[in-house]
Structures are given as structure tokens and as C-alpha cells.
DNA sequence: ATCGAATCATTCGATATCTAACTGTATGGG
DNA sequence: CCCATACAGTTAGATATCGAATGATTCGAT
């Protein structure tokens, strides 16, 4: 498949975050939600009213994305969005009961997703995979 | 960010892919090409002949997404299809000549790029990491 | 005090992807 | 032989994502 004499590292990286992301995203359907819900509640969850651009940022999605996102949500009644009196172009997100709600049930999706994953592999291998990771980021960066 | 013991390493995978094929990505597109055109191209210099749904196999997508990329790219002159008269079933690709001239200029960025993506990292390190992304794979399959 | 620049969010239009349904073709068991 | 089943590809409809343009608000420099 390549005309590459080590196999391409970023061709594996690509194809293996793939079947993760998909699987667990399937994992996440199960629970009765879906990967990009999971990781907007997450990232409310983790700084309460915050605004939505640093809610982006913690997922690593645009803010045109998360616009969108929000929108479903918002319409599922899982979270509210409120201007910020003090500062009238942020919108404050919460989440409503039945979001918290969801974010129990997919944070027991995940951590189990989580645990299935590590499976076999020693934390300090672990360790080593994500300075590699890292470094693999820096690489691309600038 | 999270209500986890260790970082998850799913997160982690997912955040580094997308930045690196973001990057690679804008490699091509400065070569003139994309991503999925790249990987379009490779895999049909990789088995001449081969049907789509094996060239999607390769690549690591669905049919349907396949057959809009070859559309897309049959409209651009890249490459042609013709029904195998062994079996009227199966759709035969092949590049044009343009077809073969973006490949090798998707090539050359493409060989920087993961030049640029190994640079600091040894071999034997980046032999770990992907054994590692296979003991993740298999982790997750079945 | 006002106007231009910066900031936050939304909207718009495009691309990539998936699944499910459909079309056309081949093949094998009765 | 022929029909049920399987297979290759396309089409249709949905979701996720991005970048660019727009709207609303704030801030700062003169």
C-alpha cells in the first residue's frame, strides 16, 4: 500500500484513531448518546460556565461546530444557554437535570470504554505512548 | 478536562490524529491536492486494477464514500472507470496521466511530511508506539 | 464621547463521512 | 432452467466538521 520504506506513522495513527473513535462512539450509542455529546458535556462539566469558545477549545472543535452541537442539545433539553450580564456577548452554558443525568450514564460508558482499552498494556508503556504522541504533535506545530 | 484516574488514552489518540492529518492535510492542499485524494491515488497505485470496494478496504472507508471521490475525481480527469467484461459488476480504476503526475507530486509531500513527522523520534521508539496503536486496536475489535 | 478594532457567537455553504435502500449482475440449488 | 441469494456499485439522507461572512457587543485610543 505505500511507497514508503518504514510504514507511514501517521497513515497508522489515523487509521487506529479511527476504529477507537468509532468504537467508541458505538459505545457511547449503547449508553443512549454519541461521542460529540459526550465530550460537550464533558467539557461543561469540567468549568462550569464557561463560555463557548473555551468550550471548544477543551473538545479541539471550531466554535461554528460547537454552535451546532449546542443546538441539538439545547433542543434535546439537555443544557440552557444564557447571556452573561456581565458581558452580553457570552452565552453562559449549564446543564439542565436531565443533562447531568447523561453525563452519569455516558462517564460509566467511557471509563468502562477507557478500561477496555488499556487492557494489557502497563502504564509506563502507556507513559511512553503518549510522550510519542506528544512529540508527534510538536513535530506538526508551526 | 476529566473525571478519570489517567488521562484516557482514547482522548489522547483522537486530539493528536486530528491535528496531524489537519496538518498533513494542508500539506496536500498546498501540493494541490487533499487528503482523501492522496489516499485515493495510493491506493489505486498500489493494486492497479483492483474494484472499489477493495481500494475502500485499503483506504479505510466506506464504499459510498469511495464512489464520491472517485466522481469527484473522475470529473477532475484523475482517473477513469470501465466495467470489467469478466465481471459487469465490478467497476475497474485507473489513472490518467494527470492522475499519475498528482500522484507523484503528492508523493513528495507526502514523504516530507512523514520525515517531518518522525524527526527526534528513533526507530525502535517508533516501532513501540506502533505496536502499542495495534494493542489498542485489538482491544477494541470483537 | 465616538469610532475603529477586537471579541463572541451564529449563520452559511462546502466537504467527508456513515448507514440504509436501491439497481444491476452473477451464481448455485432445486 | 429459474429463482433466491449474494455481491458491486450508486444514490439518498443524515451527521460532523470546517472556514468565511455576519451580527452583536465591548473596549480603547484619540
Redesign the interface.
Known amino acids: ?4 520504506d ?5 497513515m ?10 468509532q ?2 462512539d458505538a459505545a457511547l450509542v449503547e449508553a443512549g448518546g454519541t461521542l460529540p455529546v459526550w465530550l460537550t458535556l ?2 461543561i ?2 468549568r462550569e460556565l464557561a463560555n463557548q469558545r473555551e468550550l471548544a477549545g ?1 473538545i ?1 472543535i471550531q466554535g461554528a461546530t460547537l454552535t451546532h452541537h449546542l443546538n441539538a442539545m439545547e433542543a434535546q433539553g439537555l443544557l440552557t444557554r444564557r447571556r452573561d450580564p456581565d458581558n452580553r456577548r457570552v452565552h453562559q452554558v449549564a446543564l439542565t437535570e436531565a443533562g447531568e443525568v447523561m453525563f452519569l450514564k455516558l ?1 460509566t460508558a ?2 468502562a ?2 478500561k ?6 502497563s ?1 509506563e ?2 507513559a ?3 510522550e ?6 510538536a ?3 508551526v
Open positions: 500500500m505505500t511507497p514508503f518504514h510504514p507511514p506513522v501517521g497508522n495513527l489515523a487509521r487506529t484513531a479511527k476504529v477507537i473513535a468504537a467508541f464533558l467539557s462539566k469540567s477543551m479541539g462517564r467511557a471509563l470504554f477507557d477496555r482499552l488499556r487492557a494489557g498494556l502504564d508503556r502507556l511512553d505512548f503518549a510519542v504522541l506528544a512529540a508527534l504533535r513535530n506538526v506545530e
